[in-house]
């Protein structure tokens, strides 16, 4: 039997500060900091497109219902935010998990997920050459995903005007919206996000006039019409490892792969932005961009949080209720077996699995009182963020009537 999973609610009442603030964890959780920096570490060193995934994450958490880790909670439903249309192609959420499992071995129940998310963002772009910023922490973590809520997020299609209404929205700039755009400096984009730039620009089929002509032909044989919509290429032509302003030269001379990334050099302001980083001084006199991206970054990172005692610390990153099963009844419930799991305090329980839902192998969900199947009724499936509360699987059997593992097993579930 897969060792068991024991998740206990905490009371987890850290800081009475509502904000954030440089060095939050210092007396509660001093190595903290260090603990992300190592995982993540790690991760670069192993997976090449590491630090490019976990900086997008950070984006894409803070970017629908603020920075509270909601980007990570997965309930199988399919309601979840993360299975979004706008959130596709987001990775890294098993770099953030390993963080997670780590801080819970050190200090249990302190740490947040999204500021792990931000931690890890910011260690992403150092590792890539980037500046070191320091990140107020002190965020706690959505109860609450819903695909709906990213309905409005930022898409490749977007004009500049909206591209800055939705940036302005959260209360950010069009300076910051250069300046974040400017993350794109490191990463991979997958010639999905190419076709309408290459093929369906205009009525006639034709590309985007703004790709300088010397760099269409190398676009196009990388991403052919009808070619494979995963094939992936750098964003910062020439550079898409280091995080530097080259991904700004590039825009400002036709070589911007993502279709919003050219955007920015056809609006006055944010040209003049994007403009102000090659003046003739520059970096000596003018401003530097390395700073002034940090300092974007942070204030991304502060969009919408949940401080004080609002929200919770998670106890898990990811939030699975297949996982949590398959802890429990390990391969047996892959297989067509009912499996019947009793609980100690009735609760809805939903979960996708390949051809049946969480405590139920035959595809329907029930309700179960007691370890047999005959004492099971329908229950329909809850929606997420109606209940939220400790369960107590008692245990856990198989239809042959073979126990699969005694409990109790305490589960912090939300459903
Ligand atoms: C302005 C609106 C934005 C749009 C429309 C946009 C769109 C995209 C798209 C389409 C990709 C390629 C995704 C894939 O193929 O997997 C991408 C990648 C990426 N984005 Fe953005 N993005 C925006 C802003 C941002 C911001 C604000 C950040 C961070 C501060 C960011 C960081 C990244 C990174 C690092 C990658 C590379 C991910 C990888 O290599 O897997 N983006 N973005």
Redo the contacts with the bound molecule.
């Keep these: 039997m897969v060792p068991l999973l024991l998740i206990l609610i905490l009371s987890c009442f850290i800081g009475a500060s509502q904000g954030l603030q440089v060095g939050f964890y210092a007396n509660t959780c001093p190595n903290a900091e260090s603990i992300v920096r190592r995982v993540v570490s790690e991760a670069a060193a192993s997976e090449q497109?590491a630090p490019?995934?976990l900086?997008?994450l950070?984006?894409h958490d803070c970017f629908v219902n603020g920075c509270d880790g909601s980007i990570l909670i997965t309930t199988g439903l399919e309601t979840d935010e993360k299975s979004a249309f706008g959130h596709?192609?987001v990775?890294g959420f098993e770099i953030i998990e390993r963080a997670k499992a780590q801080l819970e071995a050190t200090c249990p129940g302190i740490v947040s997920c999204a500021d792990i998310v931000a931690l890890a963002?910011r260690d992403a772009v150092f590792l890539t050459n980037g500046p070191l910023y320091e990140v107020p922490t002190g965020r706690r973590d959505g109860l609450v995903s819903n695909k709906s809520l990213a309905d409005n997020m930022?898409?490749?299609t977007?004009s500049i005007d909206t591209?800055k209404a939705k940036?302005s929205e959260k209360g950010l700039s069009g300076m910051d919206?250069v300046l974040?755009?400017s993350?794109?400096t490191?990463?991979?984009?997958?010639c999905?996000?190419m076709t309408n730039r290459l093929y369906e620009f205009t009525a006639g089929g034709g590309s985007d006039p703004s790709i300088n002509p010397g760099f269409l032909p190398e676009l196009k044989a990388t991403c052919p019409q009808n070619g494979n919509p995963n094939t992936?290429l750098a964003?910062d032509r020439g550079s898409g490892q280091t995080f530097d302003k080259q991904i700004l030269q590039n825009i400002r001379s036709g070589f911007a792969v993502?279709e919003?990334d050219a955007r920015l050099y056809e609006d006055v302001a944010t040209k003049r932005v994007v403009d102000s980083y090659f003046g003739f001084f520059s970096p000596v006199l003018g401003p530097s961009f390395e700073a002034d991206f940090a300092k974007a970054?942070v204030k991304?990172g502060e969009i919408g949080v949940l401080t004080g005692s609002e929200g919770e610390i998670r106890r898990l990153s990811v939030v699975n209720l297949n996982k949590i099963f398959e802890q429990i009844a390990g391969d047996d419930c892959f297989q067509d077996i009912f499996c019947v799991a009793k609980i100690s305090d009735p609760v809805k329980l939903s979960a996708s699995r390949t051809k049946s839902t969480a405590w139920n192998c035959d595809g329907s969900n029930l309700l179960c009182n007691s370890t047999s199947s005959s004492n099971c009724s329908p229950w329909p499936v809850g929606l997420f963020g109606e209940q939220k509360k400790m369960i107590s699987v008692l245990a856990v059997y198989v239809r042959s009537g073979k126990k699969l593992s005694s409990g109790p097993h305490s589960i912090y579930a939300i459903f």
């Design positions: 497109n490019p995934v900086l997008r950070h984006f596709q192609g990775q963002a930022p898409d490749i977007d591209l940036f919206l974040l755009s993350a794109h490191i990463g991979t984009t997958a999905f996000f992936r964003m993502l919003t970054m991304m």
